[in-house]
């Protein structure tokens, strides 16, 4: 189970440092305690705020995650 919050922060988090490398690989996954939603933690920013700015779908991988398509709070 994850918290929408959390993939609500993340994306939040790469589109203010244009984080042009967010897949699956960069993010942890930390089980808090049972029957807790999942804690997502972002890693590697490597490729922030880069000098040109060339953005592809398949960089961002929260992109497709239903919680992604909820409002932002």
Request: glycine share 2%; aromatic share 10%.
């Amino acid at each position: 189970m994850l918290d929408d919050n959390y993939i609500h922060r993340i994306a939040i988090l790469d589109i203010r440092i244009l984080n042009c490398d967010r897949n699956l690989e960069n993010i942890l996954i930390k089980k808090v305690e049972k029957n807790k939603p999942f804690k997502l933690i972002p890693i590697d920013h490597g490729f922030s705020l880069p000098d040109p700015i060339e953005i592809y779908d398949y960089e961002v991988s929260w992109s497709d995650w239903k919680s992604a398509k909820k409002p932002f709070t």
